[in-house]
C-alpha cells in the first residue's frame, strides 16, 4: 500500500527559531498534499492545501508567511514553522493524495510530528 | 463536504462485536463514504470507505443505509489494538479536495 513518511516524529525547538518538517510519499507520486495541524484532545484541522509546483493554499486564519510550505517534487513536501512560539506547539500531521483507482483510498497519512517551543 | 455525526466515546469488551455508527443526513449522492481511524499520536489511519454497497474488508464492514443518510462500521472482534478515534468523513472521489476532520468517535476497548 501506500506509504507517507513524516519526518522527524518529535522535535523541541527554542522560541524564534524555524522547524522544517518533511513529508515523503515513497511509493507513489502526490500531486496535493495536504498539512494538519492537532492540538491535544482536539480533532485534525487543516492548515494547507500544497500542489506540487505552485502555492500552497491555506486555510482561514493559518499565517502563509509563518507556516511555509514548499512542495517541489511529486514526492515531497516540506512546512516550515518560521519564528516559532510556544503557542505553535502541536501534532502536525501531512497527508497524501493518490489520484489512483476508484479501488484504492486515495488519501494516505505520516505519522505526524509532535513540535514542542520551549 | 456534508457533515457526519457521530458519539463522542464507545465502550467495548475486547473479542466482542463493536457497531460505530454514523449519521450524515445531507449526504450527496457523489458523496462516497470514509472511515478512518487514529491511534494514540500517531496520523490518521484508513479503514474502509463505500458509496452504496456494504464493504467487507480485513479490516472491517461498512454498512450503509439504503438511503445512505447513515452508516455503521464494524469491527467484527475488538482488540485492546483497535482502540482509537474513529472518523467517519464524507468526500467525493476524483475531486482536489481534502478530507474535513470531525470530532469523532472515541473508542475504549476493555479486556
Known amino acids: 500500500g501506500a506509504v507517507v513518511s513524516q519526518h522527524p516524529s518529535r522535535v523541541i525547538c527554542k522560541s524564534g527559531t524555524s522547524v522544517k518538517i518533511e513529508c515523503r510519499s515513497l511509493?507513489?507520486?502526490?500531486?496535493?498534499m495536504f498539512w494538519y495541524r492537532q492540538f491535544p484532545k482536539q480533532s485534525l484541522m487543516l492548515m494547507a492545501t500544497?500542489?506540487?509546483?505552485?502555492?500552497?493554499?491555506?486555510e482561514q486564519g493559518v499565517e502563509k508567511d509563518k507556516f511555509l510550505i514548499n512542495h517541489a517534487s511529486l514526492t515531497l513536501s516540506t512546512l516550515t514553522v518560521t519564528s516559532a512560539h510556544p503557542e505553535d506547539s502541536s501534532f502536525y500531521i501531512c497527508?497524501?493524495?493518490?489520484?489512483?483507482?476508484?479501488?484504492?483510498?486515495?488519501?494516505?497519512f505520516g505519522s505526524g510530528t509532535r513540535l514542542t517551543v520551549v | 463536504d456534508a457533515k457526519t455525526t457521530q458519539p463522542n466515546s464507545m465502550e467495548s469488551n475486547e473479542e466482542e462485536p463493536v457497531h460505530l455508527p454514523c449519521n450524515h443526513s445531507?449526504?450527496?449522492?457523489?458523496?462516497?463514504i470514509h472511515w478512518y481511524r487514529q491511534l494514540p499520536s500517531q496520523g490518521p489511519e484508513y479503514v474502509i470507505h463505500?458509496?452504496?454497497s456494504n464493504v467487507n474488508n480485513r479490516m472491517a464492514s461498512l454498512a450503509i443505509a439504503e438511503d445512505r443518510k447513515s452508516s455503521t462500521l464494524i469491527l467484527h472482534r475488538a482488540t485492546l489494538r483497535d482502540a482509537a478515534v474513529y472518523y467517519c468523513?464524507?468526500?467525493?472521489?476524483?475531486?482536489?479536495?481534502?478530507?474535513?476532520f470531525g470530532k469523532g468517535t472515541k473508542l475504549s476497548v476493555k479486556p
Open positions: 445531507t449526504i450527496s449522492g457523489t458523496d462516497y
Open positions: 468523513i464524507l468526500s467525493q472521489w476524483g475531486s482536489q479536495g481534502n478530507l474535513i
Open positions: 463505500g458509496l452504496t
Open positions: 497527508s497524501a493524495r493518490d489520484m489512483g483507482s476508484e479501488g484504492r483510498d486515495g488519501y494516505t
Open positions: 500544497s500542489n506540487e509546483g505552485s502555492k500552497a493554499t491555506y
Open positions: 511509493d507513489f507520486q502526490a500531486t496535493t
